[in-house]
C-alpha cells in the first residue's frame, strides 16, 4: 500500500551551499564500479580515477562519463579525441586511489601505448576505447558521450566505491 507523503519518515532538502555535504552523502549512497580513463596529451599519458562512467546505448555501443570543469585534467581529456576506460578489478584500489591523487601515476604502473596512443592499463576487468561522439554541458561538470570503437572482457570481480568508500562486491 502505498503511504501518504506526509507520513515519510525522511528529512526533505533542497540542494543548496548550506546541505552540500548532505548532498554529497546521499549521492555516495548509490554504489558504483570504479574505472581508470587514459587519454594521451601530446604524446603524454593522461589518467583519471572516475566513477561517473555508465553504459548508454548497445547499438550504437555508446558510453558516458562526466568530468568536473576545474579538473586541471579536463581541457586534455576534452580535446584528446579518444579515451579508455579501465573498468578496476578488487585488488586494484591502489590503483585508482594513485589515479584520484597522483598527476604522474603512470610513473608508477605498467602501462603501453594502444591504439590511437590510448595508454592501456594491464589487468583491468573490462575495457572500453572510445572516440569522442559528443560532448553536453553538465553544470559544474562536462559529460563526454563516447563511440566504443573496441573492447575486452576479462575474468574477475569489480572494485566498488560507495560512502566513499572502497570494498569488494559481494554476492
Ligand atoms: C572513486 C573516485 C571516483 C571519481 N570520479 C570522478 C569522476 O567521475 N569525474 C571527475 O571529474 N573526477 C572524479 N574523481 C576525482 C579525480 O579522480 C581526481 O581526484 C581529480 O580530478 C583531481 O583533480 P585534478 O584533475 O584537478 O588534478 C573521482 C575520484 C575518486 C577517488
Same mark, same amino acid.
Given at each position: 500500500m502505498p503511504t501518504d507523503?506526509?507520513? *515519510?519518515?525522511d528529512t526533505m532538502m533542497v540542494p543548496s551551499q548550506e546541505n552540500h555535504r548532505a548532498f554529497r552523502n546521499a549521492l555516495g549512497q548509490f554504489g558504483t564500479g570504479v574505472t581508470v580513463i587514459t587519454a594521451h596529451d601530446n604524446h603524454s599519458p593522461i589518467g583519471m580515477t572516475v566513477n561517473s562512467f555508465a553504459s548508454v546505448s548497445l547499438d550504437p555501443a555508446l558510453v558516458l562519463w562526466s568530468i568536473a570543469n576545474? *579538473?586541471?585534467?579536463r581541457d586534455a581529456f576534452y580535446n584528446a579525441g579518444f579515451f579508455a576506460v579501465h573498468v578496476l578489478a578488487e585488488d586494484q584500489a591502489d590503483l585508482a586511489l594513485n589515479f584520484a591523487k597522483n598527476p604522474t601515476a603512470f610513473e608508477d604502473c605498467e602501462w603501453h601505448f594502444g591504439k590511437h596512443h590510448l595508454p592501456i592499463l594491464p589487468e583491468a576487468i573490462a575495457r572500453f576505447e572510445c572516440s569522442i561522439q559528443t560532448t553536453y554541458d553538465g553544470g559544474d561538470h562536462t559529460i563526454i558521450i563516447g563511440k566504443v570503437e573496441q573492447f575486452t572482457q576479462n575474468e574477475g570481480k569489480p572494485l566498488m566505491f560507495a560512502g566513499g568508500h572502497f570494498g569488494k562486491f559481494s554476492q
Open positions: 507523503l506526509d507520513e *515519510s519518515q576545474k *579538473s586541471e585534467r
